[in-house]
């Protein structure tokens, strides 16, 4: 049972142009929403986060969109970056001290 | 501030063998997480637990696995006997008691 899905197994943009990454979650009751990065041979490492009660949060180049009706979060980069090229994960936890629910993640590839 | 330390990086293994990984935490953190991910999956959580106490092992496979955190510090995995599927990377992470966890960079395992 998946409670976090991640699609697109992979992604390949042009450089400077933005990437797309979506994420769809199934439980009702996370209300925290994550996104990490994976580079080959390393842990994952945070990027950037978005609470329930946002529908938005920028950083930089990278930006969370919410949209807790249909359940879905996407993550913008733009412009992307070669060294952008790396495994994406979402994940999502329920409110208090819970484990975080990971996405199969995505793989994008940005080229220059 | 140094990051989640954990050991062996790459272990070798037979079927039916045992072995054993080892975690380090970022200091003052009270939350540890064990991670199982397998090869194009996303990771999914073995156990959690709150300074030496575990708070979630329901997905952890008790007849051959087992996880201690002596003294709410450092924690070890066990698995015994390993089987095949087993091959994947362990992560541990670390965290305050909410937001983001922090990974260490993994002990990948591959079980002949």
């Known amino acids: 049972d998946q409670q976090v899905k991640q699609n697109s197994p992979s992604l390949s943009v042009q450089e400077g142009r933005i990437s797309i990454l979506n994420c769809d979650y199934t439980?009702?009751?996370?209300?925290?929403f994550l996104w990490y990065k994976k580079y080959p041979a390393e842990g994952p490492t945070f990027l950037i986060s978005?609470?329930?009660?946002?529908d938005k949060n920028e950083d930089g180049r990278f930006t969370v969109f919410l949209n807790k009706s249909a359940k879905h979060l996407s993550l913008h980069i733009v412009p992307s970056q070669p060294g952008d090229s790396a495994v994406y994960f979402c994940?999502?936890?329920?409110?208090?001290?819970?484990?975080?629910?990971f996405g199969k993640g995505t793989r994008l590839s940005v080229i220059a | 501030e140094a990051g989640v330390a954990q050991s062996p990086r790459y272990k070798i293994i037979e079927k039916r063998q045992s072995v054993a990984f080892w975690c380090n935490p970022i200091?003052?953190?009270?939350?540890l997480y064990w991670y199982q991910q397998i090869l194009g999956q996303g990771p999914k959580l073995l156990i959690q637990?709150?300074?030496?106490?575990?708070?979630?092992d329901s997905q952890l496979p008790k007849d051959r696995f087992s996880a201690e955190r002596l003294k709410g510090v450092d924690s070890t995995l066990k698995i015994q006997p390993a089987k095949l599927e087993d091959s994947a990377v362990y992560l541990c992470?670390?965290?305050?008691?909410?937001?983001?966890?922090?990974f260490g960079e993994g002990s990948r395992l591959t079980v002949l």
């Open positions: 992470a670390s965290s305050l008691t909410t937001g983001e966890l922090f």
């Open positions: 439980n009702s009751m996370f209300d925290y």
């Open positions: 978005i609470s329930s009660i946002k």
């Open positions: 994940a999502a936890r329920r409110e208090g001290n819970t484990p975080l629910v």
């Open positions: 200091s003052g953190h009270a939350t």
């Open positions: 637990f709150q300074n030496n106490g575990v708070v979630d």
